[in-house]
């Protein structure tokens, strides 16, 4: 397989990343909905001891959520790099620019 096929299957499966990131994404939403709609229609004050644990219960819900949207962002954030990577490396073989990396049909992207 040429260099170039070899970029654009790496770019392909990037994409399949991103396809399947935004299918976790899109299931955490719906669970996180669900959650919420049971959290708000079955617990109330009268569930809780006391005033702290009423407290506290939402705030370890909120906790793991913010750890899954951290760590979605940390992989986000090294699928970027490696993609920079990966054009930088078409940059300097191409004399800059993109190459044939510029559009699929010939022209510039955006």
């Known amino acids: 397989m040429s260099r170039e096929g070899s970029y654009m299957q790496i770019l392909q499966s990037a994409a399949q990343m991103q396809v399947s990131i935004a299918s976790i994404?899109?299931?955490?939403?719906?669970?996180?909905?669900k959650s919420r709609a049971w959290i708000t229609h079955h617990l109330n004050a009268a569930h809780?001891?006391?005033?702290t644990d009423q407290v506290q219960q939402p705030l370890e819900i909120h906790e793991g959520l913010l750890e899954l949207i951290d760590a979605m962002?940390?992989?986000e954030q090294a699928l970027g790099r490696h993609l920079q990577i990966l054009v930088g490396e078409a940059d300097n073989e191409n004399g800059g620019g993109l190459g044939q990396f510029q559009g699929f049909d010939g022209g510039a992207m955006g």
């Open 73 to 75: 962002t940390k992989m």
């Open 25 to 33: 994404l899109e299931s955490k939403a719906a669970e996180a909905e």
């Open 48 to 51: 809780f001891a006391s005033h």
